[in-house]
């Protein structure tokens, strides 16, 4: 059975920047769509991004828009989002999910497989 691992998650300033890679152990992403989507305590896990299985199609949350790109390396069986400018407001613990729906994993239905989560905190 495979698994989603995060990483990349930490510590920045606002306005700084950071890179989460979602790795797919002991299975392959090729025919998943991928989304990343966060928790702030006392918060609903809200979505922050998804791509289809081939990279054609990308959804961003209206509050990241302009700041972060989600991107994938069907080659290294990895997906990234690429978080710049970021602020306080952006904390939260980042989820990265699978699912072969790729309008279903927009919508936050499902999904098939979820990732243990990395935490990102945006403080000076």
């Known amino acids: 059975q495979g698994q989603l691992v995060e990483s990349g998650g930490g510590l920045v300033q606002p306005g700084g920047s950071l890179r989460l890679s979602c790795a797919a152990s002991g299975g392959t992403l090729d025919y998943y769509a991928i989304g990343w989507f966060r928790q702030a305590p006392g918060k609903e896990r809200e979505g922050v991004s998804c791509i289809s299985s081939r990279g054609a199609s990308t959804y961003y949350a209206d509050s990241v828009k302009g700041r972060f790109t989600i991107s994938r390396d069907n080659a290294e069986n990895t997906v990234y989002l690429q978080m710049n400018s970021l602020k306080p407001e952006d904390t939260a613990v980042y989820y990265c999910?699978?699912?072969?729906?790729?309008?279903?994993?927009?919508?936050?239905?499902?999904?098939?497989?979820w990732g243990q989560g990395t935490q990102v905190t945006v403080s000076s």
């Open positions: 999910a699978a699912d072969r729906d790729y309008r279903a994993l927009v919508a936050g239905r499902g999904p098939d497989y």
